[in-house]
């Protein structure tokens, strides 16, 4: 491998301290023209003859491996040499990182790394976060050898990063995507590249972020806030049973509520059947509908009939900017809730945060609890994952544990269109 022999010792010092290389410098006398001499005690280069007249410039070093840097300042100069000794000693000497092109530079490193990425199998939207990333860390580093970069650097870098657009500080889960796109290029690539050796690899920062604790809320509350918005939306009752859809089946996104068409609702077998769902790249996303909820499908069907082809979400009657079975606009559910929230004096709970996380987190609450009796030994964590990842039959029980506890608090008023 090319790397054993670049770190190869360059050092012919048997046990003692490396004394390889050494500095010249290509200035002479100016009164005499002679050659000037070290003198390491004086820091310099000096005329034997004309001790007075001293090398104002010219330095260069010359050390095994092919090394050779030049510089006006002798204490650079000497640095450099002294560097590369105590690297020797130390068995970690790199050629590469006293080579003028600078192999290891972050920069150049980075941009082929983005320029290799362009070809992944990956989203553009990926490709675009990768090289956005990295190129603000270019910014920071520069041509910095990727050996020279730490967990420290990577740390400071991170945690000094800004929201773009705000200027705020960025939040733990933007850090994380820093951390992982960084952690890719460090720890992965730069190591197949043989630009690290794996045991060159920083360390990375541990950044702690929980899943949006502060922005999701109790079931209590989302039932509040869904009651609200039902009678606010009498207009478009879909408005309100949209929430009702997310906040029942986690695995629903409202991209695909969006994109949701009459033909993909099969109430004979009572699943909402999408062929291209927003995530999940071609595969199909099935799910399991309640009892309740395909009652109120079949209402809708009978209220508002619908060609196959039509989106779900239409308008339900004529209004100032819009017509009757006209799609309604992607944002109308967050116009809605918030608004509802607004009203309610929620604040910061988003669309998201209240239905899915909020049904998410208070049921693998429930779930941990059965786990625990069943003493299976599964954390909340695993819970959780577990729940997130249910499909079919699982998740319909786990749909229909979480109604009928609704149900209980409630009363048995569920849902129906009323
Ligand atoms: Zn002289």
Redesign the pocket.
Known sequence: MQLNSAYARASSSAGGLCMDGNIYCRQK?S????KLVHDERRRGFF????PH?MATGGFYIKFPGGIRRASKCYDTMMRQLTAMRYETDQDRFDPRMHRPDNPLAFDKLARVYIAERKTDPISDNMKRQIENKLVQAIAVWGDRPVKAIGRREIKHFIKGLTNQRTGKPLSNKSMVNYSSVLHHFFTKWLVEEEYLMPHEVPAFPEIKYELGWRKITTLEKQDEILDVLRERTRHNPKIWFGAELLRTYPTMRPGDLHRMKEEDIDLEFGVIDMPKPTKGRGQRKIVRLVDEHVEVFREFRERYPAMPGMPFLRHCANGTNYKRDQQMGENCFRRWWNRVCDDLGVEGVQLYGGTKHTTTTATAKMLSREAAKAATGHTTDKAFLRYCQTKGEEALAVHQQVVEKRKKKNSGKVVSLG
């Open positions: 006398c009164i005499c023209g002679a005329c034997t003859v004309h007249v």
